[in-house]
């Protein structure tokens, strides 16, 4: 059997609402986590996107994970990922789950974490890639 992942990622507010409604419908938050990635050009550093992930899982949607993130610079987002076996599948039960959390009204974020941190003139400039590149 062969899996696809959807996944969409929405601006978000404030988390402790979400963490609110999450509990209420018994989604169990997992360990939190943060993550580091650099980003280069040219052997140029053109940021760093630092993001703390929380996971959420329910014990009867196992293809379904809720992640809250923080991403320094940049605020708190929500990403709904649910795997399937038909992307239509995918789709439409990640919509019910959005709808579910009350998320449909969150703004649709399209573009990657780097490219926002970007935008928003948080690229750092500080120096070329550390040599062992």
């Not at 630092?50 to 992640?67: I, L, Y």
């Amino acid at each position: 059997m062969s899996w696809i992942e959807v996944e969409r990622k929405r601006e978000l507010d404030d988390p402790a609402v979400l963490r609110s409604r999450l509990a209420a419908r018994d989604w169990r938050p997992g360990d939190t986590s943060t993550e580091v990635d650099t980003y280069y050009s040219r052997m140029v550093k053109l940021c760093q996107v630092e993001k703390t992930r929380t996971p959420f899982a329910h014990p009867d949607r196992t293809e379904v994970t809720v992640v809250i993130d923080h991403v320094a610079g940049i605020g708190w987002f929500v990403e709904t990922e649910v795997l399937a076996e038909k992307t239509a599948e995918a789709q439409l039960l990640l919509e019910h789950i959005e709808q579910q959390l009350s998320l449909s009204d969150c703004s649709i974020v399209r573009l990657p974490c780097r490219d926002l941190l970007l935008q928003r003139g948080q690229a750092t400039t500080d120096g070329p890639a550390p040599a062992s590149l």
